[in-house]
């Protein structure tokens, strides 16, 4: 996000949901032997081929998710994120070099909306490093508007184990959604739910960009058996409680993804199309709103109008998309205008320059700023929020 912009995301009551045109799937993973010139470095991928073609040594597991998402949308945009701490010498330690590549990451401003995953998580035995990462793949994730899909441990056996795991992990806005269980799949790999329900997400985007992406309209391909299987009514309801999302067989339409909740404190950002359409939201208006930055003082209020037209055409678009609910475009969000005036006291010397405070040879003058925010209400399928767009129009007037 451009220095001089501000989104400031808030909930503020209730009402129905949206998802966002999420259109990309980023897989953060420790390679080995990688060539340095893709360390660090977002690298697309077309296919498991193109991925050992580029990442020689790659982890198993990742390269087995590659497969299964490519297989379940063969149009997947998908970018390996190899991530690499140049002071860790030892290219096994996972914890070290995800956290780092995430913290790269997140002093990047040049960032498309995306998913991520990281398919290595998982295998880590040890519940603090597994901790960690989720820290610090959800830091960058909420600096970003980027949603991660995360699963449980390869480990976790049990419902008491993945709702023990899931109070380590916390997400205010729900830039994170927890997955139960593993996939076998027809080759007998083992594979985490969350790629593969990332990319049933993208994929649900292309012909319902506003739907959950979850239920029996996308079965997954590729499916063997399942690792962890809930089929009790009971261990399903208590583990949607904890906002833990599963996988379900059913009758006629196979394996599906059975849940879309993230892991929202704040319950207006619950679901998992809610958060997305809040961040492309807030990405258009971000995107849109650039170009008015360093604009001359408004006196005669063209700025300030233009910066209104700008909102309203963006906002408008996302209704004609179906991202927000509402009979008519006023019905759907509005804009609010929050005066904040401010006084500053200077002078003019005698060349005419303004000084910083007053002298005894210039002439002391009063300038009024009149700093106008943008406040957007909007009323996204599920709930309504208040996109607060941190950018001033200013009034510069001596008196």
């Given at each position: 996000m451009p220095i001089g912009i501000t989104?400031?995301?808030?909930?503020?009551?209730?009402?129905?949901?949206?998802?966002?045109?999420?259109?990309?799937?980023?897989f953060l993973v420790t390679p080995s032997g990688a060539d340095a010139a893709l360390l660090n470095q977002l690298q697309a991928v077309t296919s498991a081929t193109d991925l050992k073609l580029k990442y020689p040594s790659v982890a198993e597991v990742v390269e087995d998710a590659i497969k299964l998402v490519f297989l379940n949308f063969a149009q997947a945009n998908v970018l390996i994120y190899a991530c690499n701490d140049t002071a860790e010498a030892d290219a096994t330690a996972v914890q070290t070099h995800?956290?780092?590549?995430?913290?790269?990451?997140?002093?990047?401003?040049?960032?498309?909306?995306a998913y991520v995953v990281c398919p290595e998580m998982g295998a880590l035995a040890d519940q603090a490093e597994r901790t960690a990462v989720y820290s610090?793949?959800?830091?960058?994730?909420?600096?970003?508007?980027?949603?991660?899909?995360?699963?449980?441990?390869n480990v976790t056996a049990t419902k008491t184990e993945a709702i023990a795991e899931r109070q380590l992990y916390t997400s205010a806005k729900g830039h994170s959604s927890l997955f139960y269980g593993l996939i076998t799949t027809n080759d007998d790999k083992t594979v985490p739910v969350a790629p593969v329900a990332a990319a049933i997400a993208l994929k649900r985007a292309q012909s319902e960009a506003f739907a959950q992406p979850a239920g029996a309209s996308y079965p997954i391909l590729g499916v063997k058996d399942l690792v962890n299987y809930v089929n009790n009514e009971t261990d399903y309801n208590d583990l949607k409680a904890q906002q833990i999302n599963v996988l379900q067989k059913i009758a006629r339409f196979g394996t599906c993804i059975w849940g879309a909740q993230t892991l929202a404190t704040?319950?207006?950002?619950?679901?998992?199309?809610?958060?997305?359409?809040?961040?492309?939201?807030?990405?258009?208006?971000?995107?849109?709103?650039?170009?008015?930055?360093?604009?001359?003082?408004?006196?005669?209020?063209?700025?300030?109008?233009?910066?209104?037209?700008?909102i309203i055409s963006q906002m408008t678009d996302l209704w004609l998309e179906g991202g927000l609910s509402g009979d008519t475009p006023e019905d759907a969000f509005r804009i609010v205008d929050?005066?904040?005036?401010?006084?500053?006291?200077?002078?003019?010397?005698?060349?005419?320059?303004?000084?910083a405070a007053p002298t005894t040879t210039g002439t002391t003058v009063t300038r009024s700023v009149r700093r106008v925010r943008?406040?957007?209400?909007?009323?996204?399928?599920?709930?309504?929020?208040?996109?607060?767009?941190?950018?001033?129009?200013?009034?510069t007037l001596p008196t």
């Open positions: 989104i400031t995301e808030k909930s503020i009551s209730t009402t129905a949901s949206a998802t966002g045109r999420i259109n990309r799937l980023i995800i956290t780092k590549g995430a913290e790269l990451l997140a002093k990047r401003t040049d960032l498309e909306l610090a793949i959800q830091s960058f994730c909420e600096v970003s508007d980027w949603l991660f899909f995360v699963n449980t441990a704040d319950t207006k950002f619950q679901l998992i199309n809610t958060r997305a359409a809040v961040s492309v939201t807030s990405s258009r208006l971000t995107l849109a709103l650039t170009p008015i930055l360093f604009q001359a003082s408004d006196p005669q209020g063209r700025t300030n109008r233009e910066v209104d037209r700008i929050v005066i904040v005036p401010e006084t500053n006291t200077g002078a003019i010397d005698t060349t005419g320059a303004d000084t943008k406040q957007v209400y909007a009323r996204f399928v599920e709930h309504v929020e208040m996109i607060e767009v941190g950018l001033f129009i200013v009034d």
